[in-house]
């Protein structure tokens, strides 16, 4: 239903119940934990709808192509021009403008830096198209993995396809269903731990897996599938918000008034709090269609911790650390946790320290005790979550500006859960628990050889 029928229908007819639609794939996508179905309006009338990208009809998409030309086409120190807009996210260019490297990663703003920086983005598309009505789609690849097929089509002039891409993607190949899992997330019922989680896997994890410019943060918004990318974690916000069991947003005043500069279509800079990222059909005029929910996940996930938390994770004197060099090939790596440290334990954790990364193509999966001879399945019960690297290469984080904050090169995982899913198990060790990573590109792609990233601690730490 497009907007100018609901609004003569009116949007008090149009309410539908939250459940688990019989055509979405359940199983990639699900919550770890069951949420009831709630009854409420798809929209208000006063929103405009971000739409699917695969939804758009022929002038839509040509208004969204035309927007994308004429900003490439402008001068790099234009604020309104595509070169301009990639480098406020982040840029190894030099000498650096005002506003750029501005994106928060690591950080509790997160979600709500991008929602405001897409926002205004999405304005000057909008006035660059000529087009009145046009919307910033989302690609939802939680139901089509392939790159959408208008990013792909390399008919020359085509101001959405790149070359600048991992392998096979501009050809077909899917996105890892690991990739677009955000299992983890959506069950997360704290926003930090929403925020760190997705931002992890789903966001990370297919910034990766693309490969190419979407592989590095300072190349990232280059890529003009970075919006659409963008645009469906900004949906899926919404979605887990709107899922309800205690789900909210901040309400502390550092994060409501911590502000940001942006510009807008006419090259004006605007200096926001982040009381506007919330309810953005009240405060910045659009929502999505996208109202479901998802059935649980059948195994328990690890939680990536966000850098407050992970910063409090000290190594236990008595754990031992092995050390890692990853390639394309799974790396399998001994983990004994002592089992006077195991019996006293109230929480567990996976620390990878002292990270260095040469190649930023691609993720591991991670599996805990993954039986010989059985092939690492992220639907499995040995199946824990994924270690993405994303901004880590030292060339990332050399760059430094404003307000950007690029990732400590060091991940923790919370895998309490996980590791008491695995004491239930026959033969469960926790002196003999063997880590494997496993290397995971887009799918048919044979993965480049060689060493991608080194880690020189990775520890089991008891709380």
């Known amino acids: 239903m497009d907007r100018r029928t609901l609004l003569t229908q009116g949007a008090a007819a149009l309410t539908v119940a939250t459940t688990a639609r019989a055509d979405q794939p359940l199983r990639p996508n699900s919550a770890v934990q069951a949420i009831a179905p709630v009854n409420r309006p798809i929209y208000p009338p006063a929103c ?125 190949s899917l996105l890892p269903t690991s990739a677009v899992n955000y299992s983890a997330a959506i069950g997360d019922l704290p926003y ?147 089992a006077q440290t195991a019996a006293a334990a109230q929480a567990l954790y996976l620390v990878f320290d002292e990270i260095t990364v040469d190649n930023p193509e691609g993720y591991y999966e991670l599996y805990f005790d993954l039986p010989e001879g059985r092939p690492p399945d992220p639907e499995g019960p040995n199946y824990a979550g994924n270690l993405v690297l994303f901004g880590l290469t030292e060339r990332e984080l050399a760059v430094k500006h404003g307000d950007m904050r690029m990732p400590p090169p060091r991940r923790v995982f919370d895998i309490t859960r996980k590791l008491e899913q695995l004491r239930q198990a026959n033969g469960f060790n926790p002196q003999a628990l063997v880590l494997t990573l496993v290397l995971r590109t887009t799918e048919g792609a044979k993965p480049a050889p060689g060493v991608r990233a080194r880690i020189g601690k990775v520890q089991l730490v008891a709380r």
């Open 48 to 172: 405009a709808v971000r739409p699917n990208i695969n939804s758009l009809s022929a002038a839509q998409l040509s208004a969204l192509k035309t927007g994308v030309q004429v900003m490439m086409g402008r001068s790099a120190s234009d604020p309104t021009s595509w070169t301009y807009q990639a480098a406020m996210h982040a840029t190894y260019a030099t000498p650096v403008q005002p506003l750029w490297n501005g994106c928060q990663h690591g950080t509790i703003h997160f979600l709500s830096w991008h929602r405001l920086f897409i926002y205004y983005f999405e304005r000057i598309l909008r006035k660059a198209s000529g087009s009145p009505g046009l919307m910033l789609p989302y690609w939802d690849w939680t139901v089509n993995r392939a790159m959408p097929a208008p990013f792909t089509n390399s008919t020359p002039g085509n101001p959405l396809y790149t070359t600048h891409r991992g392998a096979g993607i501009n050809t077909g």
């Open 192 to 338: 930090g731990a929403f925020s760190s989680d997705l931002e992890g896997t789903p966001h990370g994890a297919v910034h990766v897996a693309l490969g190419g410019w979407m592989s590095q943060i300072p190349q990232a918004a280059q890529d003009p599938i970075f919006w659409l990318h963008h645009c469906n974690i900004d949906r899926l916000w919404d979605v887990w918000l709107r899922s309800g069991g205690g789900r909210a947003d901040p309400t502390t005043a550092a994060w409501l008034g911590q502000t940001f500069s942006y510009y807008d279509e006419n090259g004006t800079e605007h200096t926001d709090p982040m009381s506007r990222a919330v309810d953005p059909c009240a405060s910045l005029g659009y929502s999505y269609t996208s109202r479901f929910i998802l059935k649980p996940f059948p195994w328990p996930l690890i939680n990536l911790l966000g850098e407050l938390r992970a910063a409090e994770i000290r190594a236990a004197a008595d754990a031992p650390a092995a050390r890692a060099e990853l390639g394309d090939a799974p790396a399998q790596l001994k983990l004994p946790l002592p």
